[in-house]
């Protein structure tokens, strides 16, 4: 067996990497808010070194884009799954109240330049799968006001 060299690289592997981070990310943005999440604590959360992070995202903005991102495709996977207008509303309403920090990331604001332009594509997306359930804007509304505490006794 060789001895590793004084300066010579190792082999990397992970698996799934990219995949990791984002669940590592995700996860905390929904247990502990957004501004909880730091390259550092998801490369912890992975179980990875510190520098690993940056080989899939070139910044923290990238990362957060990306869990947006991925919050959409879940999102819509939801609504794709129903049909009627009331089970589209609860699905909407259950998404928000069952990943609040990942929900308000998705709608707030993003600094990763290609995650804002994709994510203009997902909203319109998931404003037409609404439409008939209300529309996005009162989803939304009703959404915000339940995760700041205030519409538990609002009926739609």
């Given at each position: 067996?060789?001895?590793?060299?004084?300066?010579?690289?190792?082999?990397?592997?992970?698996?799934?990497?990219k995949?990791?981070?984002?669940?590592a990310?995700?996860?905390?943005?929904?247990?502990?808010?957004?501004?909880?999440?730091?390259?550092?604590?998801?490369?912890?959360?992975?179980?990875?070194?510190?520098?690993?992070?940056?080989?899939?995202?070139?910044?923290?903005?990238?990362?957060?884009?990306?869990?947006?991102?991925?919050?959409?495709?879940?999102?819509?996977?939801?609504?794709?799954?129903?049909?009627?207008?009331?089970?589209?509303?609860?699905?909407?309403?259950?998404?928000?109240?069952?990943?609040?920090?990942?929900?308000?990331?998705?709608?707030?604001?993003?600094?990763?330049?290609?995650?804002?332009?994709?994510?203009?594509?997902?909203?319109?997306?998931v404003a037409?799968?609404?439409?008939?359930?209300?529309?996005?804007?009162?989803?939304?509304?009703?959404?915000?006001?339940?995760?700041?505490?205030?519409?538990?006794?609002?009926?739609?």
């Amino acid at each position: 067996m060789r001895s590793r060299l004084r300066g010579q690289k190792t082999k990397y592997h992970h698996g799934d990497l990219k995949r990791t981070l984002l669940d590592a990310a995700m996860t905390l943005i929904d247990i502990r808010g957004r501004d909880a999440l730091t390259m550092r604590e998801a490369a912890r959360r992975a179980g990875v070194s510190e520098a690993a992070p940056y080989r899939h995202f070139a910044n923290l903005d990238e990362l957060l884009g990306a869990v947006a991102l991925e919050g959409f495709e879940m999102l819509i996977g939801d609504l794709e799954s129903t049909s009627s207008a009331k089970r589209i509303r609860g699905a909407y309403l259950a998404f928000a109240g069952d990943f609040p920090g990942r929900y308000q990331l998705m709608f707030g604001a993003l600094a990763d330049r290609k995650a804002v332009a994709q994510r203009k594509e997902e909203v319109t997306l998931v404003a037409e799968l609404v439409e008939d359930a209300g529309g996005l804007a009162t989803l939304h509304g009703l959404a915000a006001l339940r995760l700041a505490g205030l519409g538990d006794g609002l009926v739609f």
